[in-house]
């Protein structure tokens, strides 16, 4: 059987870890978009370079640009949603296990 002191120990780590996930999703989610602004910079350099209509190739690539962002969003937003679920069911079940151990008391 789990002290307090243990059970708390064991939920704030796995809180801390969960936490971390949390803030690596968030840098991940800020590299994505980096990468997506960077690339956007980089067609748009390269379309004025061109001759001629380049109006269809940069819809295009807007069009791509904006989807690929709208999917790399709805990712990282449902494991963001997935981390912050296994953070309440860690708070939920240290919870039960704390009361759980008072009543023994």
Do not use: C, H, P, W
């Not at 997506?36 to 069009?63: C, H, K, W």
């Amino acid at each position: 059987m789990l002290t307090e002191e243990e059970l708390l120990s064991d939920y704030r780590y796995q809180r801390a870890q969960l936490e971390e996930q949390e803030d690596e999703l968030r840098g991940g989610e800020r590299s994505v978009n980096t990468l997506i602004e960077q690339a956007t910079n980089e067609i748009d350099r390269m379309l004025q370079e061109v001759d001629g209509d380049v109006s269809e190739a940069y819809d295009f690539s807007r069009y791509r640009l904006n989807q690929f962002s709208q999917e790399m969003t709805e990712a990282f937003e449902t494991e963001k949603r997935t981390v912050r679920n296994k953070i309440e069911q860690s708070e939920l079940e240290y919870n039960r296990q704390f009361r759980q151990l008072q009543e023994k008391r």
